[in-house]
């Protein structure tokens, strides 16, 4: 055996996060609620941070000190032509500025209190937090996980389209249209097994029975005879058919009880509700969809920041920093604040003209939906959207993510608008949401002694032009809540 050492030169491209960057993309993807209380809590433990005053006007800049906008402050650039560089330049040069030794070792320090103190401060303080949602918990911990940057986007597809309870409805088809990414079966297979890998244990199962496997699998102790009833005698579980499993395993009734009484007490058919006390009670629209006054024919989109508190860098602060008989240490303190104040400012900013510029690419993208109603809403990939935002794909992901627009026809979450689809003979493109509207008009006026069966829908929905397969048509009416014909047949 021969061992030799080698050298080699190998050019390798690797996306690398600045910290700022990092805080942005957080910032974009909190809908409105959250994000007035993350700014509440900024507002808590940096003092350099100030609330304006009641015209909405901050104090002039401090004596000698310019009043045009910091480094940090500048609109981030989209450019993906060019990878960002622009931005992450900054980014570094940032950075470089506020290099690691000049970081305050010191505590935090918080408002000093007296009788004077903001009650609305008091009263934030003493609020308890809001509950995080599945997304959320999941997202925060996707972001810990190293792996490639594709299966990192899929990743995020999959987690923004989970359902409340955590199941994956949603088939690889249409989050390759939403995503813009592979449409690749294995591809998919795996950015779903990383996501399965994520607590709560059962989350992106398919089914009650895929669920319940996948946390078996998150145990530390092996349940053979628990596994086995779940694999192979599932339906007879959920019909109490026990005689039919002791006949086919060997097993007693008391195994059998014993693994049931597991299966309901230690695993969970619904892992995603264990985040958060449960569905919020009103929502909050992050955009504002109306019809413009001057122009009745025109939408109008608004991003409402109303609820936001209006943050500005103290004056006083900025002062103190250009004292030359300032204590070095006090210095670097407030030198961290007011860049970390600056850049927090700045990242709510790019927030809103982002969410703007989504949304009005979505409205402009579904008008004849908005104007018409839900029969003519169109196919619409997240793609789409990125490249005409002029922004990457996973950008338009975060900005969408739990977030819903106020139209004249009602409230919907932003992700509702991207759609898969399929092309009508006559070459016209129509959403799968469209087609779920048909399938279930159709149902809703079959005669209810001799119900339609599939075969049937799909020979009325090829009249209207629309061809699919059976084993669709079935898949939609699943997901739907319709049984078979031969369950919805009256006597």
């Known amino acids: 055996m021969r061992l030799d050492t080698l050298q080699q030169l190998r050019l390798e491209q690797k996306l690398r996060l600045a910290p700022r960057m990092i805080q942005s993309m957080e910032i974009l993807q909190l809908p409105l609620a959250a994000l007035e209380e993350r ?79 903001d009650p609305k401060m008091q009263a934030i303080a003493n609020t ?65 097994a990383q996501v399965r890998n994520l607590e709560p244990a059962g989350v992106g199962a398919r089914d009650a029975r895929e669920c319940l496997l996948l946390q078996l699998d998150a145990l530390d102790e092996d349940r053979p005879i628990e596994r086995e009833l779940i694999e192979k ?17 060997g097993y007693t009734i008391e195994q059998i009880k014993a693994a049931v009484d597991f299966i309901k007490t230690r695993l969970n058919l619904h892992p995603g509700l264990s985040i958060g006390s449960g569905p919020v009670g009103f929502i909050v629209p992050d955009v504002i969809l109306e019809y413009d006054e001057e122009d009745p024919a025109r939408f109008k989109v608004t991003v409402p920041d109303n609820g936001l508190p209006r943050l500005y860098v103290s ?33 709510v900013e790019q927030r809103r003209k982002t969410l703007r510029k989504v949304a009005q690419t979505i409205v402009e993208a579904q008008r004849e939906f908005l104007e018409n109603g839900p029969k003519f809403l169109k196919p619409l990939p997240m793609a789409q959207v990125a490249q005409v935002v002029g922004i990457h794909v996973a950008t338009v992901s975060r900005a969408v993510a739990g977030k819903y627009i106020l139209t004249p026809r009602g409230i919907f979450p932003l992700r509702s608008f991207f759609t898969g689809g399929t092309t009508t003979d006559s070459g016209e493109a129509v959403s799968w949401d469209v087609i779920r509207v048909k399938i279930q008009e159709l149902i809703d006026a079959e005669d209810k002694t001799n119900p339609l069966g599939d075969e049937e829908i799909i020979a009325l929905l090829k009249k209207e032009g629309i061809t699919l397969a059976r084993r669709t048509v079935t898949k939609y009416r699943k997901t739907m809540g319709i049984p078979s014909s031969h369950k919805r047949r009256e006597k």
């Open 315 to 347: 004056g006083h602060y900025r002062k103190m920093l250009m004292d030359p008989n300032l204590d070095a240490n006090a210095k670097r303190y407030i030198r961290e604040k007011i860049q970390a104040a600056r850049w927090i400012i700045d990242a």
């Open 39 to 117: 700014l509440e809590q900024e507002l808590e433990k940096n003092p350099t941070l100030e609330l304006a005053g009641p015209e909405g006007e901050e104090p002039a800049p401090a004596e000698g000190e310019e009043a045009g906008p910091a480094e940090g402050e500048r609109d981030l650039v989209i450019d993906a032509k060019n990878d960002n560089q622009e931005d992450f330049g900054r980014l570094d040069d940032i950075e470089q500025a506020m290099a690691p030794e000049d970081y305050s070792d010191q505590p935090r320090v918080s408002r000093a209190r007296g009788d004077d103190e």
């Open 233 to 249: 005698f599932f339906t007879e579980l959920q019909n109490q058919h026990f005689q039919k499993i002791i006949k086919a395993t």
């Open 128 to 192: 308890a937090a809001r509950d995080v949602s599945l997304q959320e918990h999941l997202i925060y911990q996707w972001d810990l996980v190293d792996l490639d940057s594709q299966i990192r986007l899929a990743g995020e597809t999959i987690i923004n389209h989970l359902e409340p309870d955590g199941y994956l409805k949603t088939s690889f088809d249409e989050l390759a249209v939403h995503s813009g990414l592979a449409n690749d079966p294995a591809f998919w297979q795996k950015a779903l």
